[in-house]
């Protein structure tokens, strides 16, 4: 089991928050709009193996077994606090999703090994150089022809929205969203091997602009 590590953030910063994070979520990130565009672009594929990284509470996992019920769905977070609120979650749906505690920058899971990757807010926690990492892992752990579904948050639409997410910056820091505001998202993607990265939606939220991309791991790697 990975533990985290000493710059390890949680999902709201402070541990004491993580118990509202699903109220916060549905109050004020267009949650149901944010997560169907994110999923649309995979929801007629036919995968085996599914992982969500940065599982948070579950609830995406959640959906994904919903969307693929024959698939092996997994959910990796570093944080256990939040770990334990998505196995209560999941006790109480039923559903069997395996849940494990982990890290973007080193996925425990081999090669090649899973259909679909998807990735909800997380990046901006993390440094530009974990940034990359994670999404080299993601890169490593797709099969070849295996998708990415990816979101968080992008370039402000407008200046409502610059203002709105220079307010999250001072919560979350600067030095980790600063890409992610000059939307080097993509750019990342590409130099981490994906390709056919497209931006699949767009979400104005209380806390900035949310963008979802989709990228696949090419078929053959030169």
Request: proline share 6%; hydrophobic share 40%.
């Amino acid at each position: 089991m990975k533990t985290p590590s000493p710059t390890y953030k949680p999902a709201l910063r402070w541990n004491g928050l993580t118990r509202f994070y699903d109220q916060i979520m549905a109050l004020t990130m267009r949650e149901d709009l944010f997560r169907m565009l994110l999923l649309d672009p995979i929801r007629d594929q036919k995968p085996h193996y599914v992982l969500d990284v940065g599982c948070g509470t579950g609830t995406q996992a959640l959906l994904l077994h919903r969307l693929f019920p024959d698939a092996s769905v997994f959910g990796l977070d570093g944080d256990e606090t939040v770990l334990a609120i998505a196995r209560q979650k999941h006790a109480h749906a039923g559903w069997p999703v395996t849940l494990e505690q982990g890290l973007s920058t080193a996925l425990p899971y081999p090669d090649g090994s899973m259909d679909i990757v998807t990735c909800s807010l997380l990046l901006h926690h993390l440094s530009d150089t974990d940034k990359k990492q994670s999404i080299r892992e993601m890169w490593r752990v797709l099969v070849p022809g295996g998708a990415l579904a990816l979101a968080d948050w992008g370039k402000p639409a407008n200046d409502a929205m610059r203002l709105l997410f220079y307010g999250l910056q001072l919560f979350d820091g600067f030095d980790t969203t600063r890409a992610n505001e000059r939307g080097l998202i993509p750019t990342m993607l590409y130099d981490g091997g994906f390709r056919q990265i497209t931006q699949t939606g767009q979400v104005n939220t209380l806390f900035g602009t949310m963008v979802m991309h989709y990228a696949v791991k090419p078929t053959y790697i030169n």
